[in-house]
C-alpha cells in the first residue's frame, strides 16, 4: 500500500466540518485547535487533534515538519491590515520539512468594487476594507513563503457562502433594506457542500501559485438574492433604498459589503479542478432546500 499522505487542517468551523467526511480514507488527517473541547469529536472521526493557538506564535511549533499537506481555512484576526495568524502558522510550518502542497481559502473581498465587472483570477487585486487588506496580505505571506519553500501553494477566492442553516433570514426579519434596481450591485454565491467539493478538488488538482474563484453560476444583484431567499421562506421581500438614502441609514460595516459589485468567473475552477457544482445556482439550492424540508 502506498504511504497515506498526511494532511493538516488549520481552522475547524463549518467548511472544515463539510471536508473532513469527504477525505475519509485518503489522508492521514490532523487538525489544529484552540481549546480540547473539539478533540473527542475529531478522534472519532479519526482526526489527530493538536492543541495549538494561532495567535501564539510559541503554541505552534509541533507544527514543523507534520505534514505533506496544509489546507488553511482560519481566518484573519479581526483588527489591524496584517494577517499576523498566517505569519505564524508559515513561521511555524517553516520549522522543519516544508509541506508538499498548500491550499487557502481567501475571499473575493481582494478585488474591491468593480463596478458589476467580470472578473477573472488575472484581475489585480485593490482590497477596500481593513478585512480585505488582511486577506490580500495572507495571499501575498503564502505566495512569497511558497515560492521560497517550493511549495504548490493554491488560492481559492470564494464569495459569499450560503447553505440552508446558513442564509440571511435574521437581516430579512430585521426589514434591513436592499439598493433599488437601477443602482443595485452584483453579488456572487457558493453553497458551502459546493466550496467543500472545490476545496478537496483543489487538495488534488490545484496547480502551483495559482488563484481559483469557488464560486457558483447565479449572476445575482444582491436585492434579488434577498428577494429569493425572502420568497422561498414566506418573509416580505426587503424594501428598496437609494445609495443616498443608504448611507444615511444603514452602517458602515454593511454599507462597505454592499457598496462592493462583481460578477467572478469560474471557468478556470471548471476546467483546471474538474468540479461540477451540485447547486449551480442560488435557484436550484432553494428549490432543493424546500423539497429537503417538504420530505421531513
Known amino acids: 500500500m502506498s504511504h497515506m499522505k498526511r494532511l493538516l487542517i488549520i481552522g475547524c ?3 472544515a466540518r463539510r471536508v473532513i467526511p469527504l477525505l475519509a480514507g485518503r489522508y492521514r488527517t490532523c487538525a489544529l485547535i484552540r481549546t480540547g473541547a473539539r478533540g473527542k469529536e475529531l478522534r472519532t472521526q479519526g482526526i489527530m487533534p493538536i492543541l ?3 495567535d501564539e506564535r510559541a503554541s505552534l511549533a509541533r507544527l514543523a515538519g ?3 499537506i496544509v489546507l488553511h481555512l482560519a481566518p484573519p484576526p479581526n483588527a489591524g491590515t496584517f494577517d499576523t495568524r498566517t505569519r505564524h502558522l508559515l513561521a511555524a510550518l517553516s520549522g522543519g520539512r516544508p509541506p508538499e502542497r498548500f491550499v487557502y481559502i481567501s475571499t473575493s473581498g481582494v478585488y474591491g468594487d468593480c463596478g458589476g465587472a467580470a472578473v477573472g ?3 489585480a487585486i485593490h482590497p477596500q476594507n481593513a478585512r480585505a487588506q488582511r486577506r490580500a496580505d495572507a495571499e501575498r505571506q503564502i505566495r512569497r513563503w511558497a515560492r521560497r519553500n517550493g511549495v504548490e501553494a493554491s488560492i481559492l477566492r470564494v464569495p459569499g457562502i450560503y447553505a440552508a442553516e446558513r442564509l440571511p433570514l435574521e437581516r430579512l426579519r430585521a ?3 436592499a439598493f433599488v434596481a437601477a443602482e443595485d450591485g452584483y453579488t456572487n454565491h457558493i453553497h458551502a457542500d459546493d466550496l467543500a467539493r472545490i476545496v478537496v478538488a483543489a487538495l488534488r488538482r490545484g496547480r502551483a501559485n495559482r488563484v481559483y474563484h469557488a464560486s457558483d453560476d447565479s449572476e445575482l444583484k444582491m ?3 434577498f428577494d429569493a431567499v425572502a420568497d422561498a421562506h414566506g418573509l416580505p421581500r426587503p424594501s428598496r433604498i437609494s445609495r443616498a438614502e443608504a448611507q444615511r441609514v444603514l452602517p458602515e460595516s454593511l454599507l462597505s459589503f454592499m457598496n462592493e459589485s462583481r460578477r ?3 471557468e478556470r475552477m471548471k476546467r483546471e479542478l474538474k468540479v ?3 447547486y449551480p445556482t442560488v435557484a436550484v439550492a432553494l428549490q432543493s432546500f424546500a423539497a429537503g424540508s417538504a420530505a421531513k
Open 175 to 177: 426589514g434591513t433594506p
Open 52 to 54: 495549538g493557538d494561532l
Open 13 to 15: 468551523g463549518d467548511i
Open 66 to 68: 507534520l505534514a505533506d
Open 276 to 278: 461540477v457544482l451540485r
Open 223 to 225: 436585492g434579488d438574492y
Open 121 to 123: 483570477e488575472t484581475r
Open 264 to 266: 467572478l468567473t469560474n
